[in-house]
């Protein structure tokens, strides 16, 4: 019996099978201080949720992922080659693209905490297909070697037992323990609930055209039946928007009496702006970006939310993936690397850019085709030189006029 297969039986005797319990939170959620019960899906109903974990998985899902072999002279190159640079850069298996991979790896950590997918190699030791698991369906455990192991719930019913070195697994906020990472919403559900007990009870208000309900006195006592038939009556024919000002027509001495509560005195339009920055502040998406706080925003003022949103929110994650990916999939780690592209986030007004392209071009910083390239735009012939400007001279040339002077 090989070592592999010999590992696998004691990873099949420490792993335990997911208990009922724990699979059902996983899936269905947990209640919340709101009493609104919170699962992964629910969350994404909530519209801060859904716009902050797709402005973050669509940001990095767009930004260009390439793989570069580091110079023996210092510097770097793209590395076309390597047999991984297709596979990150285009096609990671053979349903999904890269953006599509990277999208669904940033939702997965956004919300869950972690990334899981089997690493596939055929027939020789370079990564062929990276293969996503729903990550409430892995279970991660530790063998006495300090290794990991992972079982995988499948949809059939059968278990799939991975070691490490087969399993790519990223963690977003690692744990205690440091072997799985957080979940925001299981972190964060009484946020995310009271969100959507709120956005539950704006539908209701609308669905009711915004208005208070009413009460119908009656002068006579009526019988449940006619107390049912009344109400429901009146529900039918004047309850929602598309019932919105119809004359009411009321028989035998019955008055209404509205139920005064304005949405201002409930404060309901502040708890949703703070619940909506509460929310943006979990995952760090600038209120900007979600289309909200409009009003004090300028364009230097929005240059400035851009940068900082690059640097303090996606920089990370770019980070946390590319570590991940370069210690799993790598074998010449020391020479090959994969590195995402965020330099077009980066980019500022035309007249900005080229005001900083003519500084490093004249101080020989920066040759033409450098310039060409960040623009995308093709190589010129004789382009890859660099200019030194006339009043520069280096030290050792100072040396030598003094020993010529002397």
């Given at each position: 019996m090989s070592k592999l297969n010999a590992m696998q039986r004691l990873a099949l005797r420490i792993v335990n099978r997911l208990d009922r319990s724990e699979l059902s939170e996983l899936l269905l959620g947990s209640p919340s201080a709101s009493g609104k019960t919170v699962s992964h899906?629910?969350?994404?109903?909530?519209?801060?949720?859904?716009?902050?974990?797709?402005?973050?998985?669509?940001?990095?899902?767009?930004?260009?992922?390439?793989?570069?072999?580091?110079?023996?002279?210092?510097?770097?190159?793209?590395?076309?080659?390597?047999?991984?640079?297709?596979?990150?850069?285009?096609?990671?298996?053979?349903?999904?693209?890269?953006?599509?991979?990277?999208?669904?790896?940033?939702?997965?950590?956004?919300?869950?905490?972690?990334?899981?997918?089997?690493?596939?190699?055929?027939?020789?030791?370079?990564?062929?297909?990276?293969?996503?698991?729903?990550?409430?369906?892995?279970?991660?455990?530790?063998?006495?070697?300090?290794?990991?192991?992972?079982?995988?719930?499948?949809?059939?019913?059968?278990?799939?037992?991975?070691?490490?070195?087969?399993?790519?697994?990223?963690?977003?906020?690692?744990?205690?323990?440091?072997?799985?990472?957080?979940?925001?919403?299981?972190?964060?559900?009484?946020?995310?609930?009271?969100?959507?007990?709120?956005?539950?009870?704006?539908?209701?208000?609308?669905?009711?055209?915004?208005?208070?309900?009413?009460?119908?006195?009656?002068?006579?006592?009526?019988?449940?039946?006619?107390?049912?038939?009344?109400?429901?009556?009146?529900?039918?024919?004047?309850?929602?928007?598309?019932?919105?000002?119809?004359?009411?027509?009321?028989?035998?001495?019955?008055?209404?009496?509205?139920?005064?509560?304005?949405?201002?005195e409930s404060q309901f339009i502040e708890t949703r702006r703070l619940q909506r920055s509460d929310i943006a502040g979990i995952f760090r998406v600038p209120l900007m970006l979600l289309q909200a706080d409009q009003s004090t925003t300028t364009y230097a003022s929005a240059e400035q939310f851009m940068l900082s949103f690059m640097i303090h929110t996606i920089r990370p994650w770019l980070v946390r993936i590319e570590q991940s990916l370069h210690r799993q999939l790598f074998t010449a780690q020391k020479t090959y690397m994969p590195e995402f592209n965020p330099e077009g986030m980066l980019r500022g007004d035309i007249a900005t850019r080229y005001k900083a392209y003519a500084t490093g071009r004249q101080w020989g910083w920066l040759s033409a085709n450098d310039i060409r390239d960040r623009e995308n735009m093709n190589p010129i012939e004789g382009g890859d030189l660099y200019l030194t400007p006339s009043n520069m001279d280096r030290v050792d040339d100072d040396d030598e006029k003094e020993k010529k002077n002397a």
């Open positions: 899906e629910s969350a994404l109903a909530v519209s801060t949720v859904f716009a902050c974990v797709r402005i973050l998985s669509e940001t990095i899902g767009s930004l260009p992922l390439h793989v570069y072999k580091r110079l023996d002279g210092g510097g770097k190159e793209r590395a076309y080659a390597h047999p991984l640079y297709d596979v990150l850069a285009t096609k990671p298996n053979a349903w999904q693209t890269s953006m599509e991979w990277r999208e669904q790896m940033v939702e997965h950590l956004a919300l869950r905490g972690n990334y899981y997918a089997a690493i596939l190699r055929h027939g020789d030791d370079y990564v062929d297909d990276i293969i996503p698991f729903h990550p409430d369906r892995v279970k991660v455990n530790q063998l006495p070697d300090y290794s990991l192991v992972y079982e995988v719930e499948r949809a059939n019913g059968n278990r799939l037992v991975l070691l490490q070195k087969d399993m790519l697994h990223i963690r977003a906020m690692p744990g205690k323990d440091g072997i799985t990472g957080r979940s925001v919403i299981g972190y964060q559900k009484d946020v995310i609930g009271s969100a959507m007990a709120t956005q539950e009870y704006s539908g209701r208000l609308f669905r009711n055209d915004a208005t208070p309900g009413v009460v119908i006195k009656y002068p006579k006592r009526l019988d449940d039946a006619a107390v049912k038939r009344l109400r429901d009556g009146w529900n039918d024919t004047y309850s929602g928007s598309a019932n919105a000002r119809k004359t009411a027509i009321l028989e035998d001495g019955a008055d209404i009496a509205k139920l005064s509560m304005s949405a201002e």
